[in-house]
Protein backbone atom coordinates (compact mmCIF):
# COMPACT_ATOMS: atom_id res chain seq x y z
CA UNK A 1 0.00 0.00 0.00
CA UNK A 2 1.29 3.82 -0.45
CA UNK A 3 1.06 6.32 2.31
CA UNK A 4 -1.13 9.15 1.21
CA UNK A 5 -1.05 12.60 2.81
CA UNK A 6 -3.63 15.65 1.95
CA UNK A 7 -3.23 19.16 2.90
CA UNK A 8 -4.85 22.22 1.62
CA UNK A 9 -7.98 22.09 3.16
CA UNK A 10 -9.94 24.90 4.53
CA UNK A 11 -12.79 27.36 4.94
CA UNK A 12 -13.81 29.27 1.68
CA UNK A 13 -17.00 31.40 1.07
CA UNK A 14 -19.07 30.37 -2.01
CA UNK A 15 -17.05 31.47 -5.34
CA UNK A 16 -13.87 31.07 -3.99
CA UNK A 17 -11.23 28.67 -4.69
CA UNK A 18 -9.28 25.88 -3.18
CA UNK A 19 -6.65 23.77 -3.87
CA UNK A 20 -5.75 20.26 -2.58
CA UNK A 21 -2.53 18.18 -2.75
CA UNK A 22 -2.01 14.84 -1.32
CA UNK A 23 1.58 13.04 -1.51
CA UNK A 24 2.36 9.63 -1.98
CA UNK A 25 5.20 7.43 -0.44
CA UNK A 26 5.47 5.49 -3.48
CA UNK A 27 8.32 6.32 -6.18
CA UNK A 28 6.54 4.23 -8.44
CA UNK A 29 3.91 6.78 -8.01
CA UNK A 30 3.89 7.34 -11.68
CA UNK A 31 2.16 4.09 -11.96
CA UNK A 32 -0.84 4.52 -10.16
CA UNK A 33 -4.32 5.84 -10.92
CA UNK A 34 -4.92 8.26 -8.39
CA UNK A 35 -8.77 9.80 -7.51
CA UNK A 36 -10.01 12.10 -5.05
CA UNK A 37 -13.05 11.16 -3.09
CA UNK A 38 -15.40 13.26 -0.37
CA UNK A 39 -17.93 12.38 2.14
CA UNK A 40 -20.55 15.16 3.46
CA UNK A 41 -21.54 14.90 7.17
CA UNK A 42 -24.58 11.87 7.12
CA UNK A 43 -23.73 11.10 3.53
CA UNK A 44 -21.83 8.31 1.55
CA UNK A 45 -18.29 8.61 0.75
CA UNK A 46 -18.59 10.09 -3.21
CA UNK A 47 -16.40 10.14 -5.93
CA UNK A 48 -15.09 13.10 -7.38
CA UNK A 49 -12.15 12.67 -9.57
CA UNK A 50 -9.97 10.28 -11.09
CA UNK A 51 -6.55 10.81 -13.19
CA UNK A 52 -4.65 8.11 -14.72
CA UNK A 53 -1.23 7.17 -15.08
CA UNK A 54 -1.15 8.28 -18.75
CA UNK A 55 -2.93 11.54 -17.16
CA UNK A 56 -6.43 10.68 -18.86
CA UNK A 57 -9.12 12.46 -16.31
CA UNK A 58 -12.65 12.09 -15.37
CA UNK A 59 -15.21 13.67 -13.39
CA UNK A 60 -18.36 13.17 -11.58
CA UNK A 61 -21.06 15.54 -13.24
CA UNK A 62 -20.97 17.69 -9.78
CA UNK A 63 -17.60 18.78 -10.58
CA UNK A 64 -17.02 19.11 -13.94
CA UNK A 65 -16.12 22.23 -15.46
CA UNK A 66 -15.02 23.91 -11.89
CA UNK A 67 -12.37 21.00 -10.28
CA UNK A 68 -9.70 19.97 -12.12
CA UNK A 69 -6.88 17.45 -11.47
CA UNK A 70 -3.56 17.06 -11.97
CA UNK A 71 -0.31 14.97 -10.78
CA UNK A 72 3.35 15.91 -10.79
CA UNK A 73 5.30 12.45 -10.82
CA UNK A 74 8.53 13.96 -9.97
CA UNK A 75 7.10 15.35 -6.82
CA UNK A 76 4.63 12.36 -5.70
CA UNK A 77 1.99 14.79 -5.65
CA UNK A 78 -1.48 14.66 -6.77
CA UNK A 79 -3.67 17.48 -6.92
CA UNK A 80 -6.96 18.84 -7.14
CA UNK A 81 -8.21 22.64 -7.78
CA UNK A 82 -11.62 23.55 -6.65
CA UNK A 83 -12.64 26.80 -8.59
CA UNK A 84 -16.76 28.47 -8.08
CA UNK A 85 -17.06 26.68 -4.65
CA UNK A 86 -20.27 25.97 -3.68
CA UNK A 87 -21.78 24.76 -0.29
CA UNK A 88 -22.95 21.66 -1.26
CA UNK A 89 -18.94 21.09 -1.88
CA UNK A 90 -18.57 21.22 1.80
CA UNK A 91 -17.08 17.45 2.85
CA UNK A 92 -14.26 15.62 3.64
CA UNK A 93 -11.17 15.06 0.82
CA UNK A 94 -9.91 12.17 0.62
CA UNK A 95 -6.88 10.92 -1.83
CA UNK A 96 -6.84 7.31 -3.30
CA UNK A 97 -4.79 5.58 -5.06
CA UNK A 98 -4.51 2.09 -6.68
CA UNK A 99 -1.74 0.73 -8.85
CA UNK A 100 -2.70 0.41 -12.70
CA UNK A 101 -3.00 -2.66 -14.34
CA UNK A 102 -2.46 -3.53 -18.36
CA UNK A 103 -5.47 -5.04 -20.26
CA UNK A 104 -5.45 -3.77 -24.04
CA UNK A 105 -4.44 -0.69 -22.67
CA UNK A 106 -3.43 0.80 -18.99
CA UNK A 107 -6.97 0.86 -16.66
CA UNK A 108 -7.68 2.04 -13.38
CA UNK A 109 -9.40 -0.76 -10.95
CA UNK A 110 -12.48 -0.20 -9.73
CA UNK A 111 -11.74 -0.21 -5.89
CA UNK A 112 -8.55 1.21 -4.54
CA UNK A 113 -6.22 0.05 -1.79
CA UNK A 114 -5.15 2.95 -0.28
CA UNK A 115 -6.80 5.90 1.16
CA UNK A 116 -5.16 9.29 2.55
CA UNK A 117 -6.50 10.90 6.23
CA UNK A 118 -8.40 13.59 4.31
CA UNK A 119 -8.41 16.94 4.72
CA UNK A 120 -11.93 18.84 5.60
CA UNK A 121 -13.08 21.81 3.15
CA UNK A 122 -15.68 23.66 4.08
CA UNK A 123 -17.74 26.67 2.18
CA UNK A 124 -19.87 29.28 3.48
CA UNK A 125 -22.89 30.97 2.03
Known amino acids: QVQLVESGGGSVQAGGSLTLSCTAS????????MAWFRQAPGEDREWVTT???????KFADSVKGRFTISRDNAKNTLYLQMNNLKPEDTAMYYC???????????????????WGQGTQVTVSS
Open 26 to 33: QYVFRTYC
Open 51 to 57: IDSLDAT
Open 96 to 114: AASPRYYDAGYRCPRSWNS
